[in-house]
């Protein structure tokens, strides 16, 4: 130990000698380092020279990367590794994404399996069965909500949730959840052509497809003949059912018209629904609701049908897929162009595709409604219109907002009438 300590303190007093040879021996390594690493820098940048001179002027590279572009290169690089922001859709593009029809294969879940065991316990030599039941597969059930706008949403198969098997000690197996499909107001259930739902309320409920029943445990089948059975029974397979839904726009007043009448214009007026607005024909591909607010939070559901054709029950134009929108309509607004020559037989067409669709749908309540009074010639066509159809005629402008005050007081009076209908009847009247 004393020789140890005796070579520490040597050590530490001759330090100060050895201190500046070790400074030195590092710097000259470092400058060695430097000087090896400089001269492979210019040996690397002599044959990238040669290269160059070697290679086409269309290929060459440039000698010197400017530290700036070198910058905006990473900026734009970091630009493109950024997700894009949502853009709004077109008009177009929502067409793909509104579904009016759908077919649904619906299956239940299936039963659990009952089990097949016997009690177990020290000193109980014949303890008896005591496997349990399974349980019951789950339903699954349409529900109505009025956050769904479209059956786009509905997926074209759905299969519930399966039950859990039966156990020892009598213990049941866990029955599958209920699994809930949610469809929009106004959707229609159909089943081989018939009618079997009309979810055109909120909180409708109906079950399309019932889930199987659980299997029953040896304990089920224990009797007095039978102290010691063994059999047990399998779940049943859930209920398998094809289903065709489809959706009827569910609204107080339902907007009808041709095509560039000023439909969407007008209900971007009176609500705050966003429709498309263009001046080509067939703008609106899928109907749109709008609410219009009243005194005491009255709300009346405005729907703007897509434009309506001379032989649309014939399946022209738009067909009559949208035709089927306007019979969950309680009142209807006929929206006419006052700008085209002859008002009066737009008027007339429509009243005639709308009974030719379904019988008695044109005698519904109704307002006329005069369209583009803002324009020269639409002003000298009021008076012929008036004339012809012997009624009062609700001149508006949906550009200018001129006389919309009118409308909506009488959109107002036909929703009065409708709801006292309703409540006469013994009905609850459409709630938005």
């Known amino acids: 130990m004393g020789a140890a300590c005796e070579f520490r303190v040597r050590l530490f007093r001759n330090l100060p000698k050895y201190l500046p040879n070790t400074y030195g021996w590092a710097m000259s390594t470092a400058r060695l380092f430097s000087a090896r690493l400089r001269t492979v820098f210019e040996d690397v940048g ?85 496997g349990g039941d399974g ?50 107001v106004g959707t229609l259930v159909k089943e081989g052509g018939r009618v079997v739902a009309d979810l ?84 609106t591909l899928k109907p749109h609701v709008g609410i219009v607010h009243y005194e005491g939070h009255q709300q009346i559901a405005v729907a703007d049908i897509p434009g309506i054709i001379r032989g649309a029950h014939q399946n022209r134009g738009l067909g009559s897929a949208f035709l089927r929108h306007i019979e969950r309509c309680r009142f209807l607004l006929f929206v006419v162009d006052l700008s085209q020559p002859e008002p009066w037989t737009q008027v007339d067409d429509l009243k005639y595709e709308l009974e030719m669709y379904e019988e008695g749908l044109s005698e519904r309540p109704h307002a006329i409604i005069a369209n583009k009074i803002d324009l020269p010639e639409a002003r000298a066509n009021l008076s012929q219109l008036r004339d012809h159809l012997g009624r009062e005629v609700i001149a508006l402008s949906a550009l200018t907002g001129e006389n919309l005050e009118q409308l909506l007081l009488h959109l107002k009076v036909l929703h009065d009438a409708y709801v006292e209908a309703e409540l006469g009847k013994g009905r609850q009247p459409l709630r938005w």
């Open 200 to 283: 055109s309320r909120m909180g409708d409920e109906y079950i399309a497809a019932l889930g199987g029943a659980g299997g029953k445990g040896n304990r089920f089948f224990l009797a007095n003949d039978n102290r010691a059975p063994v059999t047990c029974t399998p779940g049943q397979p859930g209920q398998q059912r094809v289903l065709h839904l489809e959706l009827k726009t569910v609204a107080h007043a339902g907007m009808v018209g041709f095509p560039n009448a000023g439909k969407s214009s007008l209900l971007r007026a009176i609500s705050n629904a966003r429709p498309a607005v263009a001046s080509y024909p067939f703008t």
């Open 135 to 184: 349980g019951n597969g789950g339903h699954v059930i349409l529900r109505v909500d009025q956050q769904v706008k479209s059956l786009s949403s509905v997926l074209s198969q759905y299969q519930g949730f399966s039950g859990e098997d039966g156990g020892s000690k009598n213990c049941f197996g866990r029955s599958g959840a209920v699994l809930y499909v949610q469809v929009p």
């Open 46 to 130: 002599h044959w990238a020279l040669s290269t160059r001179a070697g290679l086409k002027p269309s290929r060459r590279l440039p000698q010197q990367a400017s530290p700036r572009l070198l910058s905006v290169g990473c900026a734009d690089h970091a630009k493109r590794q950024e997700l894009p922001g949502k853009k709004p859709l077109s008009e177009k593009k929502l067409k793909r994404y509104f579904v009016d029809c759908r077919r649904v294969l619906v299956c239940g879940g299936n039963g659990g399996a009952g089990a097949s065991c016997f009690h177990s316990e020290p000193r109980k030599e014949f303890g008896g069965p005591d």
